[in-house]
Nanobody, 119 residues
Framework: EEHLVESGGGLVQAGGSLRLSCTAS????????IGWFRQAPGKEREAVSC??????ARYYAESVKGRFTIAKNERTVSLQMNALKPEDTAVYYC??????????????WGKGTKVTVSS
């Protein structure tokens, strides 16, 4: 059975940092693009960052460029989040799919980890 498990969420003050991790099991990790998505209260789920399965290219939403860094290591994908802003508050999900940054084309989802940034 396929599993994605996120960890590392929490409460942080604006300007602070958090590191999220996503650990995969039950499927061939390297065959999938692995990405991070987030959903804030009352908003639609949006793509945050992704690593392509094809060439390892990294993608970022405009709102997080220069602040967030995605990295992949064996069966774990991490998201280093620096200079956090209150608008980064959301539940962050890890997902695996054929394409990066497409919410509706992911095959597997984790259950999410909550990030709260206080002002």
């Amino acid at each position: 059975e396929e599993h994605l498990v996120e960890s590392g969420g929490g409460l942080v003050q604006a300007g602070g940092s958090l590191r999220l991790s996503c650990t995969a099991s039950g499927f061939t990790f390297d065959d999938y693009a692995i990405g991070w998505f987030r959903q804030a209260p009352g908003k639609e789920r949006e793509a945050v960052s992704c690593i392509s399965a094809v060439d390892g290219a990294r993608y970022y939403a405009e709102s997080v460029k220069g602040r967030f860094t995605i990295a992949k290591n064996e069966r774990t994908v991490s998201l280093q989040m620096n200079a956090l802003k209150p608008e980064d508050t959301a539940v962050y999900y890890c997902a695996a799919g054929a394409y990066c940054m497409y919410v509706n084309n992911q095959d597997y989802w984790g259950k999410g980890t909550k990030v709260t940034v206080s002002s």
